[in-house]
C-alpha cells in the first residue's frame, strides 16, 4: 500500500461526530434519529427510580415533618402532666375540706387563664356554632365546624405540609427534573403523613391515654391527615405522569402503567385514595355510614397492600426507602386490630360462663334499653363507651355507645368463709365473678332502628340475644378533684351523665373525693323519658346523704300533660319548657363550691349553649372548667 493510502486508511471511516451530524441534519429532509433519541435522554430518566429525585431534601423535609407533629404532641404531653399534677394536688388537699373551705380552688391562680379558656380553648372557629350539624336540608348534613384550637393544630398541619411539598429549586431550567423533584417530595410526605393517620384511626390509641385527648378529636384529626394524603398521593402521580407522557407518549405511558408491578401498584393505591376521598365527603358519609364504614376499611387495607407493593417493587436495591415506613404502618393497623380481638374475647367468653348475653327492652319514646351480662369481671370507669354488636342485627357492624350503669355481681364461695376477713372476701367474690353494663340507645336510622324493631318483638317482655362488647374506652375525665360538678345531658346524653352520679355519691359517703355539689341538668321531649333510666335513679334517689351532694333539674320541652310537671322536692325539680343555660350555669357559679366543672352530652345545639354559657362566666373570681362528649362521625 502506498505511503498516501496508508495515510488516509489511519483516518478510517468518515464519519461525523454526532454534533456535526446534528448540524447537518438541519439541512436536511431526512428526519434524524440521532435527534429523537438524544430528546428522550434528557426526558425518560426522569420518570424511573430515584432519577433527579431530592433524596437529601426529602429526608430533611421529612425529619422537619416529624418535629412538627413531636413538637405539637410534645406541647400537649407538657400541658397534661402540669394539669395532672395540679389536679391531684387540688384533690389531695380538698378531700377533708367542707365546702366553705375550698374558696383558694375556686378562683384563677393565673390572670391570663380565663381569656385563653373564652378565646381560645373553647372557642368554637366562630361566634358560637361548633358542634351543632350544619344541614342543606333534613337528610343532606356537610358535618360540624372545629374549634378554634383545633382550627389552630390543623392550620400548623396543613401549613407545614404545604410550605415542606413545595420547597423545591423551582430556577432550575429543564421542567422534568423539578417533576421529579415534586414527584419525590410528595410521595414522600405522603408515606409519612400515613403514619400518624393510621394512628389517629386506631381505637386503642396510645396517645388517648397518654394526651387525655379523646378519640373524637384524633378523628377530626384521622380526616384532615387523610385529605393531605390523597392530595400528596395525586401530585405525586401527575408529576410522575407529565414526564412518563412526554418521554414515552400516552400509548407508551398507558403500557408501562399495565405491564409494571411498580406502577400499576401506585396506581391502584392512588385510585383507592381518590374514591375514599369522595366517598368521605360529609354529605355521603352521613347518609350512608355503615355502607361508608365497610367501604372505608377494604379501601384502606388496599391502599396501604398496594403501597407495600409499590415500595418493595422499585428498581431500587432494596426498596424505597419508605418501604420499613409502610411495614410499621401494618404493624401499627395489626396491634390495634389484635388489641381489639383480645378485648372481645376477653370480655364476652369465658370457659366457665360462656358467651356474653344481651337483654332488649323496648322503652317509651322510640328507645332500647341494653343490659349486657359479662362472662367476667370487667372495671368500667365513669364516662366510658364502648362499642357492641349484636348477633342476627348487622353482627359485622359495631357501634359507639355511652356505657349508663355498671353491676358487678360477686361469686359466692362459701369455703372463703373462715380464710378472709368480710372485706377481702368481698373484693375476691367481686373479681371472680361477672359485670353487667347498661346502655339506653335512642332509635333514629340503620342499626339503632333494627335494634329497636328487635326489642319491639318481645311485646312487654325482654328479649335475651347473644351479644358482644368491645371496650370501655375513654374515662379519662375523673371529677373527683372538683368541688362543684354540673352535668348538662339532651335526652339519651343522660348516660354518660348519669355513669358519674353513683361514684360521686359513693365517694362523697367515703370521704374519698372533693366534690360537694352535683347538679344534673336532664331536658327531655316528654316524661316517658323517665322511664329509661327509672330503675337506676331509684337506686340513686335511695342512696344516704343523696339530698346534700346531689341536685337535679328536669326540663320537660312538650309535655303531653303539663298537671305532671309538678315538683315535690326541693332537691328533684321538673320544669315545663326549655332552660336558659346562661342564666341556669350563672346561678350555678354565684353558689360555685370550689373549682367547677360543666360536662355536656347531648345534641350538638345543646352544647354549643353550654360551651357558650362556660365562655360568659369566665373571669379570675371563677375556676369553670369544660368537658364536652361527642361522637362526630
Known amino acids: 500500500m502506498s505511503l498516501i493510502r496508508r495515510r488516509i486508511a489511519a483516518f478510517g471511516p468518515l464519519t461525523p461526530i454526532p454534533v456535526l451530524a446534528l448540524r447537518d441534519s438541519s439541512s436536511s429532509d431526512v428526519p434524524s434519529m440521532t435527534k429523537q433519541q438524544d430528546a428522550s435522554a434528557t426526558i425518560a430518566p426522569y420518570s424511573t427510580s430515584l432519577n433527579g429525585v431530592d433524596q437529601a431534601g426529602n429526608n430533611l423535609y421529612k425529619d422537619m415533618l416529624w418535629w412538627t407533629l413531636g413538637i405539637m404532641a410534645l406541647i400537649v404531653l407538657s400541658i397534661r402532666l402540669i394539669e395532672i399534677g395540679w389536679t391531684k394536688l387540688r384533690h389531695v388537699s380538698s378531700i377533708s375540706a367542707p365546702a366553705d373551705r375550698q374558696t383558694y380552688w375556686k378562683r384563677s391562680q393565673w390572670t391570663w387563664m380565663p381569656n385563653l379558656k373564652k378565646h381560645l380553648i373553647y372557642a368554637p372557629l366562630w361566634k358560637k356554632r361548633h358542634n351543632r350539624e350544619i344541614r342543606l336540608s333534613s337528610a343532606?348534613?356537610?358535618?360540624?365546624?372545629?374549634?378554634?384550637?383545633?382550627?389552630?393544630?390543623?392550620?400548623?398541619?396543613?401549613?407545614?405540609?404545604?410550605?415542606?411539598?413545595?420547597?423545591?429549586?423551582?430556577?432550575?431550567?429543564?421542567?422534568?427534573?423539578?417533576?421529579?423533584?415534586?414527584?419525590?417530595?410528595?410521595?414522600?410526605?405522603?408515606?409519612?403523613?400515613?403514619?400518624?393517620?393510621?394512628?389517629?384511626?386506631?381505637?386503642?390509641?396510645?396517645?388517648?391515654?397518654?394526651?387525655?385527648?379523646?378519640?373524637?378529636?384524633?378523628?377530626?384529626?384521622?380526616?384532615?391527615?387523610g385529605r393531605m394524603v390523597v392530595i400528596e398521593a395525586v401530585i405525586h402521580t401527575i408529576a410522575w405522569a407529565y414526564v412518563a407522557a412526554a418521554a414515552d407518549g400516552f400509548a407508551g405511558m398507558n403500557s408501562r402503567l399495565i405491564h409494571d408491578n411498580f406502577l400499576a401498584s401506585g396506581l391502584a393505591g392512588m385510585i383507592g385514595l381518590v374514591i375514599l376521598f369522595f366517598l368521605s365527603f360529609s354529605p355521603v358519609r352521613h347518609a350512608f355510614y355503615e355502607t361508608f364504614l365497610t367501604f372505608h376499611i377494604i379501601l384502606a387495607f388496599i391502599i396501604f397492600a398496594m403501597t407495600w407493593v409499590h415500595c418493595a417493587t422499585a428498581a431500587v436495591p432494596g426498596g424505597l426507602p419508605q418501604l420499613s415506613w409502610i411495614i410499621a404502618i401494618f404493624?401499627?393497623?395489626?396491634?390495634?386490630?389484635?388489641?381489639?380481638?383480645?378485648?372481645?374475647?376477653?370480655?364476652?367468653?369465658?370457659?366457665?360462663?360462656?358467651?356474653?348475653?344481651?337483654?332488649?327492652?323496648?322503652?317509651?319514646?322510640?328507645?332500647?334499653?341494653?343490659?349486657?351480662?359479662?362472662?367476667?369481671?370487667?372495671?368500667?370507669?365513669?364516662?366510658?363507651?364502648?362499642?357492641?354488636?349484636?348477633?342476627?342485627?348487622?353482627?359485622?357492624?359495631?357501634?359507639?355507645?355511652?356505657?349508663?350503669?355498671?353491676?358487678?355481681?360477686?361469686?359466692?364461695?362459701?369455703?372463703?368463709?373462715?380464710?378472709?376477713?368480710?372485706?377481702?372476701?368481698?373484693?375476691?367474690?367481686?373479681?371472680?365473678g361477672t359485670t353487667s353494663i347498661s346502655f339506653v340507645i335512642g332509635a333514629h336510622t340503620g342499626f339503632t332502628r333494627q335494634l329497636f324493631n328487635k326489642a319491639l318483638e318481645g311485646g312487654s317482655r325482654p328479649i335475651r340475644i347473644r351479644a358482644a362488647m368491645e371496650g370501655p374506652y375513654a374515662g379519662h375525665h375523673s371529677l373527683d378533684s372538683y368541688g362543684h360538678a354540673v352535668l348538662f345531658a339532651g335526652a339519651s346524653g343522660i348516660t354518660h351523665q348519669i355513669s358519674y352520679i353513683r361514684p360521686l355519691i359513693e365517694g362523697f359517703n367515703e370521704g374519698t373525693i372533693a366534690t360537694r355539689r352535683v347538679t344534673l341538668v336532664w331536658i327531655i321531649r316528654d316524661t316517658e323519658a323517665l322511664e329509661w333510666v327509672r330503675p337506676w335513679m331509684d337506686e340513686i334517689l335511695q342512696m344516704p346523704r343523696r339530698r346534700e351532694i346531689l341536685h337535679m333539674r328536669l326540663f320537660i320541652t312538650r309535655p303531653k300533660n303539663p298537671k305532671e310537671i309538678t315538683s315535690n322536692s326541693t332537691t328533684v325539680q321538673m320544669f315545663p319548657g326549655r332552660p336558659n343555660i346562661s342564666t341556669l350555669l350563672k346561678k350555678e357559679v354565684e353558689e360555685q363550691v370550689g373549682a367547677m366543672c360543666v360536662s355536656v352530652c347531648g345534641p350538638g345545639a345543646l352544647a354549643d349553649d353550654v360551651r357558650q354559657a362556660v365562655r360568659e362566666v369566665q373571669d379570675e373570681s371563677s375556676v369553670v372548667d369544660f368537658v364536652e362528649e361527642s361522637f362526630t362521625w
Open 140 to 225: 343532606i348534613s356537610i358535618g360540624t365546624l372545629p374549634s378554634r384550637l383545633h382550627f389552630v393544630i390543623l392550620g400548623v398541619y396543613l401549613l407545614s405540609n404545604i410550605i415542606y411539598m413545595f420547597s423545591e429549586n423551582w430556577s432550575q431550567e429543564n421542567g422534568y427534573a423539578l417533576a421529579a423533584e415534586i414527584r419525590g417530595r410528595s410521595g414522600t410526605l405522603a408515606l409519612v403523613n400515613m403514619v400518624p393517620l393510621i394512628i389517629m384511626a386506631g381505637r386503642n390509641n396510645p396517645l388517648i391515654v397518654l394526651l387525655r385527648v379523646s378519640f373524637d378529636t384524633y378523628n377530626l384529626l384521622h380526616r384532615w391527615m
Open 331 to 432: 404493624m401499627v393497623w395489626a396491634a390495634d386490630r389484635l388489641a381489639r380481638m383480645f378485648r372481645l374475647a376477653f370480655n364476652n367468653w369465658s370457659r366457665k360462663r360462656g358467651f356474653t348475653e344481651a337483654i332488649l327492652e323496648a322503652m317509651p319514646a322510640n328507645a332500647t334499653r341494653v343490659t349486657m351480662r359479662l362472662p367476667r369481671h370487667v372495671n368500667v370507669k365513669p364516662g366510658t363507651h364502648a362499642y357492641i354488636r349484636f348477633m342476627g342485627i348487622n353482627p359485622w357492624e359495631n357501634h359507639p355507645f355511652s356505657i349508663a350503669w355498671v353491676e358487678h355481681h360477686p361469686e359466692t364461695d362459701d369455703a372463703e368463709l373462715g380464710e378472709k376477713g368480710p372485706d377481702n372476701r368481698k373484693e375476691s367474690q367481686l373479681k371472680r
